[in-house]
Each structure stands twice: as structure tokens, then as C-alpha cells.
């Protein structure tokens, strides 16, 4: 069974650009959420989805969005991007139901952003 | 708000000696509570949870883990650390609001 696949894995963006990663849940998943870690900060959650429907999200700006599709695949996009927001962005999936906001995390190995 | 606390943020010991990483969390409901373990290189994986029952759970690689309601504390333990355990461990509660908090994460090195 493949696990999460984010893509890119590295990219590199100059302030002010805008930045699209892609994450594919494990097949059968319909739970995909995302998660910004930097050293010292650990992971802080961006948002999850189900179904398509943003259940919840962290305490980020709206630079940070996300969505997801039919298939459970997902985005997110930054606009307007800022040097702190350079970080590795983690996508998580979850065989969780409607209901159940419980479950295991399997991450991808993230996607390394750098503003400059 | 909820949040995750772990003290330790670099651990160094010598193969053998015994650990423990504390893990404190504000939320006075019902958690779930887990420990995952992110390797050099490797991308982040579950290495024990709590849902309910026996407040002392087990998990791989010979790691454990005690929940003590009383001192919203949730730490890892393991009596004999390998090289192989070097990592970073994130400590992580969810209750009722389909998100995780983590903690920040305390990297642990094995001296061979």
C-alpha cells in the first residue's frame, strides 16, 4: 500500500511569491491534514479535511489556504509569502470516519520550502 | 486553549541508560494522547497511543507510555536505550476537534 506522497519535496520562493504542495492521501483515506513544523516550534496544525469539507483549522493567517478533492487529494497554497514562512510542510492522512476525530496520523516526508 | 508541553528539548544518554520524556497537556476533557517518532531522514511515525483503558500502554521498539489524569501528563519511557532510538519524539493530544496539538519535540541522541 503507498503511503502519502507530498510533492514537491524542496522548492525555494522569493518574498511575495505564491507556493502550491500537493499531498496524496494513503488510498482510502478521506481524512488529510497538514501541519507546519520548524525547530523549536514542533508542528503546528494549518488545517484538516474531510470529504472535501475544512473541518478545522489552526491559528494561521489567510495567506494559508487549503482544499480537498473528490479523490482526497489535497493542496495548500501560500500567497504572499514571507521569510518565516519557510519550514517543512507535513501532510498527514487518517482512515478516521465523519464522526471520529480519533485515529492514527501517517505522514509523507513533507515539502521543504525556502523563501529567500 | 490546548497545549502540549514537553520539557526536555535535547536529551543525550549512553546505550543502556534508561529514559523518560515528560509530556504535559492543558485540556480538562477526554484526550486521546500519542507519542510519534520522527528518524533521521525518516518521515514521522506512531509509536504508541492512548485512547481509554489501561493507563500504562505499550508500544513498538520496546517504548512506553503512563497517563496520569491527575497530572495531565502523558511520558515516554523506555528502561534500555539503543543507538537506533536517536530521533526526535513529538508528544500529541486530540479531543473532540479533529486536530492535533503537538508538543515541540525533543530530540534525543544515543551515544554508542
Known amino acids: 500500500k503507498a503511503g502519502v506522497t507530498q510533492t514537491p519535496r524542496y522548492l525555494i520562493k522569493t518574498r511575495g511569491q505564491q507556493v502550491t504542495l500537493s499531498c496524496s492521501p494513503i488510498s482510502g483515506h478521506r481524512s488529510v491534514s497538514w501541519y507546519q513544523q520548524t525547530p523549536g516550534q514542533g508542528l503546528q496544525f494549518l488545517f484538516e479535511y474531510f470529504s472535501e469539507t475544512q473541518r478545522n483549522k489552526g491559528n494561521f493567517p489567510g495567506r494559508f489556504s487549503g482544499r480537498q478533492f473528490s479523490n482526497s487529494r489535497s493542496e495548500m497554497n501560500v500567497s504572499t509569502l514571507e521569510l518565516g514562512d519557510s519550514a517543512l510542510y507535513l501532510c498527514a492522512s487518517s482512515a478516521r470516519g465523519p464522526n471520529l476525530n480519533t485515529g492514527e496520523l501517517f505522514f509523507g516526508e513533507g515539502s521543504r520550502l525556502t523563501v529567500l | 486553549a490546548q497545549s502540549v508541553s514537553q520539557h526536555n528539548h535535547h536529551v543525550i544518554l549512553s546505550e543502556a541508560a534508561s529514559l523518560e520524556l515528560g509530556c504535559n497537556y492543558s485540556?480538562?476533557?477526554?484526550?486521546?494522547l500519542f507519542w510519534y517518532v520522527q528518524y533521521p531522514g525518516q518521515h514521522l511515525q506512531l509509536l504508541l497511543k492512548y485512547f481509554s483503558g489501561d493507563p500504562l500502554v505499550k508500544g513498538i521498539k520496546g517504548f512506553e507510555a503512563e497517563f496520569i489524569k491527575s497530572k495531565f501528563s502523558f511520558n515516554l519511557r523506555k528502561p534500555s536505550v539503543q543507538w537506533s532510538d536517536t530521533a526526535e519524539y513529538f508528544c500529541a493530544v486530540t479531543s473532540g476537534t479533529y486536530k492535533y496539538i503537538f508538543g515541540t519535540g525533543t530530540r534525543l541522541k544515543v551515544l554508542a
Open positions: 485540556y480538562g476533557g477526554t484526550v486521546n
